[in-house]
């Protein structure tokens, strides 16, 4: 079987978030989770980590959401989830969300 460098690219990067997760997708994800129009926040500090992106996002009226979308490519092509936010009122419980949360207020964002 005669693999070609784009073949071998694709299945070393396959398990990446970064990869899979552009954007546009995480605009929409987060359009949807939040309920508000992509013209409404601004999605901030990025972090791409295995298959698991975080970021921060800021609303228009100066709300903070802290979310994460889950994202591969496979045999079926891009699969990336639903997003995953928790306010940034500190209620959250899941500890990810969290040491975000103390990582984007040490950047004043």
Do not use: H, Q, W
Not at 16 to 26: F, K, P, Q, R, T
């Amino acid at each position: 079987m005669k693999f070609t460098f784009e073949a071998i690219a694709v299945l070393l990067m396959a398990g990446c978030a970064s990869v899979a997760v552009n954007g546009d997708i995480l605009e929409k994800r987060t359009s949807n989770a939040l309920g508000l129009a992509p013209s409404n926040f601004v999605i901030t500090s990025r972090v791409n980590e295995g298959v698991r992106t975080d970021y921060v996002v800021k609303t228009k009226s100066n709300k903070i959401y802290y979310c994460y979308v889950t994202g591969t490519y496979s045999f079926m092509g891009r699969v990336v989830s639903d997003a995953i936010c928790s306010s940034g009122n500190g209620s959250s419980s899941n500890p990810d969300d969290n040491s975000l949360a103390r990582a984007a207020k040490a950047k004043n964002l």
